[in-house]
Protein backbone atom coordinates (compact mmCIF):
# COMPACT_ATOMS: atom_id res chain seq x y z
CA UNK A 1 0.00 0.00 0.00
CA UNK A 2 2.81 2.50 0.63
CA UNK A 3 3.99 1.93 -3.12
CA UNK A 4 0.62 2.55 -4.52
CA UNK A 5 0.67 5.59 -2.27
CA UNK A 6 4.15 6.70 -3.19
CA UNK A 7 3.61 6.45 -7.09
CA UNK A 8 0.38 6.69 -7.49
CA UNK A 9 -0.40 9.81 -4.86
CA UNK A 10 -4.42 9.25 -3.72
CA UNK A 11 -6.32 10.97 -1.60
CA UNK A 12 -7.82 7.79 -0.56
CA UNK A 13 -6.70 3.91 -1.26
CA UNK A 14 -8.33 1.80 -4.50
CA UNK A 15 -11.03 0.21 -4.63
CA UNK A 16 -9.59 -3.36 -3.75
CA UNK A 17 -10.55 -7.18 -3.92
CA UNK A 18 -8.12 -9.19 -1.66
CA UNK A 19 -7.84 -12.89 -0.52
CA UNK A 20 -8.85 -13.19 3.28
CA UNK A 21 -5.51 -11.99 4.89
CA UNK A 22 -6.11 -9.18 7.04
CA UNK A 23 -2.97 -7.58 5.74
CA UNK A 24 -4.37 -5.75 3.43
CA UNK A 25 -6.97 -3.73 5.87
CA UNK A 26 -4.04 -3.18 8.20
CA UNK A 27 -2.05 -1.71 5.27
CA UNK A 28 -5.13 0.65 4.01
CA UNK A 29 -5.65 2.16 7.73
CA UNK A 30 -1.84 3.21 8.10
CA UNK A 31 -1.25 4.36 5.04
CA UNK A 32 -4.79 5.94 4.34
CA UNK A 33 -6.62 6.31 7.36
CA UNK A 34 -7.50 9.36 9.65
CA UNK A 35 -7.48 9.67 13.37
CA UNK A 36 -10.71 11.23 14.44
CA UNK A 37 -10.65 14.78 16.09
CA UNK A 38 -11.10 14.92 19.33
CA UNK A 39 -13.85 16.80 20.87
CA UNK A 40 -13.09 16.86 24.76
CA UNK A 41 -15.14 14.22 26.24
CA UNK A 42 -13.15 10.94 26.80
CA UNK A 43 -9.98 8.81 25.93
CA UNK A 44 -8.64 10.91 22.89
CA UNK A 45 -8.74 8.67 19.83
CA UNK A 46 -5.22 7.30 18.90
CA UNK A 47 -6.08 4.95 16.04
CA UNK A 48 -6.88 5.80 12.43
CA UNK A 49 -10.19 5.06 11.00
CA UNK A 50 -11.33 4.81 7.51
CA UNK A 51 -13.13 6.71 5.64
CA UNK A 52 -16.78 6.41 4.62
CA UNK A 53 -15.79 6.33 0.76
CA UNK A 54 -13.33 3.14 0.83
CA UNK A 55 -14.18 -0.01 -1.76
CA UNK A 56 -12.74 -2.76 -0.28
CA UNK A 57 -13.78 -6.75 -0.81
CA UNK A 58 -12.33 -9.96 0.74
CA UNK A 59 -12.76 -13.15 -0.51
CA UNK A 60 -12.64 -16.36 1.34
CA UNK A 61 -11.60 -19.56 -0.27
CA UNK A 62 -12.17 -22.66 2.18
CA UNK A 63 -10.29 -25.24 0.76
CA UNK A 64 -9.98 -29.38 2.07
CA UNK A 65 -6.75 -30.32 -0.19
CA UNK A 66 -7.18 -29.29 -3.46
CA UNK A 67 -11.38 -29.36 -3.68
CA UNK A 68 -12.65 -26.26 -3.22
CA UNK A 69 -15.29 -26.52 -0.24
CA UNK A 70 -16.98 -22.58 -0.17
CA UNK A 71 -16.35 -19.02 -0.99
CA UNK A 72 -17.57 -16.46 1.30
CA UNK A 73 -17.37 -12.62 0.08
CA UNK A 74 -16.94 -10.02 3.08
CA UNK A 75 -17.46 -6.10 2.18
CA UNK A 76 -14.88 -4.80 4.82
CA UNK A 77 -15.61 -1.12 3.91
CA UNK A 78 -18.14 0.45 1.97
CA UNK A 79 -21.58 -0.16 0.79
CA UNK A 80 -21.75 -4.05 0.39
CA UNK A 81 -24.35 -4.12 -3.23
CA UNK A 82 -21.96 -1.06 -4.34
CA UNK A 83 -18.52 -2.30 -3.55
CA UNK A 84 -19.84 -6.25 -4.81
CA UNK A 85 -20.88 -4.26 -8.41
CA UNK A 86 -18.08 -2.91 -8.76
CA UNK A 87 -15.40 -5.28 -7.80
CA UNK A 88 -17.51 -8.34 -8.76
CA UNK A 89 -16.96 -10.97 -6.34
CA UNK A 90 -13.90 -13.11 -7.85
CA UNK A 91 -9.87 -12.88 -7.03
CA UNK A 92 -8.75 -13.70 -10.49
CA UNK A 93 -6.89 -10.10 -11.31
CA UNK A 94 -5.06 -10.72 -7.61
CA UNK A 95 -4.31 -14.46 -8.12
CA UNK A 96 -3.07 -13.84 -11.90
CA UNK A 97 -0.91 -11.39 -10.78
CA UNK A 98 0.81 -13.59 -7.76
CA UNK A 99 1.34 -16.60 -9.82
CA UNK A 100 3.00 -14.46 -12.47
CA UNK A 101 5.24 -12.36 -10.04
CA UNK A 102 5.69 -16.29 -8.31
CA UNK A 103 6.75 -16.88 -11.94
CA UNK A 104 9.12 -14.46 -12.29
CA UNK A 105 10.41 -14.37 -8.70
CA UNK A 106 11.75 -17.69 -7.28
CA UNK A 107 12.17 -15.66 -4.06
CA UNK A 108 8.32 -16.15 -3.62
CA UNK A 109 7.98 -19.35 -4.55
CA UNK A 110 7.42 -21.35 -1.20
CA UNK A 111 9.90 -24.37 0.13
CA UNK A 112 12.53 -23.42 -2.61
CA UNK A 113 16.51 -22.94 -2.18
CA UNK A 114 16.08 -18.84 -3.28
CA UNK A 115 13.81 -18.15 -0.96
CA UNK A 116 14.95 -14.88 1.28
CA UNK A 117 15.65 -15.21 4.42
CA UNK A 118 16.53 -11.15 4.44
CA UNK A 119 13.77 -8.60 4.10
CA UNK A 120 16.30 -6.22 1.73
CA UNK A 121 17.01 -8.93 -0.67
CA UNK A 122 13.58 -9.83 -1.37
CA UNK A 123 12.50 -5.94 -2.08
CA UNK A 124 15.43 -5.59 -4.15
CA UNK A 125 14.43 -8.69 -6.32
CA UNK A 126 10.92 -7.52 -6.25
CA UNK A 127 11.99 -4.43 -7.54
CA UNK A 128 13.89 -6.47 -10.09
CA UNK A 129 11.12 -8.15 -11.03
CA UNK A 130 8.52 -4.91 -11.41
CA UNK A 131 10.82 -3.58 -13.30
CA UNK A 132 11.08 -6.48 -15.98
CA UNK A 133 7.37 -6.81 -16.07
CA UNK A 134 6.61 -3.60 -16.49
CA UNK A 135 9.35 -2.30 -19.31
CA UNK A 136 10.68 -5.36 -21.42
CA UNK A 137 7.29 -8.03 -20.85
CA UNK A 138 4.56 -7.00 -23.83
CA UNK A 139 1.03 -7.56 -22.40
CA UNK A 140 -1.31 -9.59 -25.28
CA UNK A 141 -4.41 -7.58 -23.98
CA UNK A 142 -2.40 -4.11 -24.05
CA UNK A 143 -1.36 -4.70 -27.61
CA UNK A 144 -2.53 -2.30 -30.45
CA UNK A 145 -3.97 -2.86 -33.89
CA UNK A 146 -1.29 -1.51 -36.85
CA UNK A 147 -2.63 1.04 -38.64
CA UNK A 148 -1.77 -0.69 -41.90
CA UNK A 149 -1.28 -4.74 -41.14
CA UNK A 150 1.18 -6.75 -42.81
CA UNK A 151 1.35 -10.12 -43.82
CA UNK A 152 4.15 -10.55 -41.46
CA UNK A 153 2.58 -7.96 -38.51
CA UNK A 154 -0.76 -7.06 -37.84
CA UNK A 155 -0.33 -6.28 -34.03
CA UNK A 156 2.16 -3.73 -31.71
CA UNK A 157 3.27 -5.00 -28.60
CA UNK A 158 3.12 -3.02 -26.10
CA UNK A 159 4.50 -3.27 -22.48
CA UNK A 160 2.48 -2.05 -18.95
CA UNK A 161 4.56 1.00 -19.30
CA UNK A 162 3.90 1.85 -22.81
CA UNK A 163 0.69 1.43 -22.26
CA UNK A 164 0.73 4.22 -19.39
CA UNK A 165 2.81 6.25 -21.48
CA UNK A 166 6.19 5.87 -19.49
CA UNK A 167 8.16 4.76 -22.43
CA UNK A 168 7.83 4.42 -26.34
CA UNK A 169 9.47 0.58 -26.81
CA UNK A 170 10.08 -2.55 -25.07
CA UNK A 171 13.13 -2.37 -23.10
Known amino acids: MGQIKRHAPLDQPPALATDGL ?4 EAMLFEWGKVPEYHGRGRPPI ?3 PEEDWKYLQIVKTR ?8 ISKVIYGDPDEVKDLLGENTAYVERTHLTSRQMNGRLVRKTLSFSKELYLLE ?3 ALED ?3 NFTRPVRTLRVELEEPTKQARWRPRTP ?4 GLTDHVS
Not at 22 to 25: C, E, I, T
Not at 64 to 71: A, C, M, N, Q, R
Not at 161 to 164: I, L, P, R, S
Open 22 to 25: GAYR
Open 47 to 49: LPI
Open 64 to 71: SGSKLISV
Open 124 to 126: AAS
Open 131 to 133: ALY
Open 161 to 164: AMAD
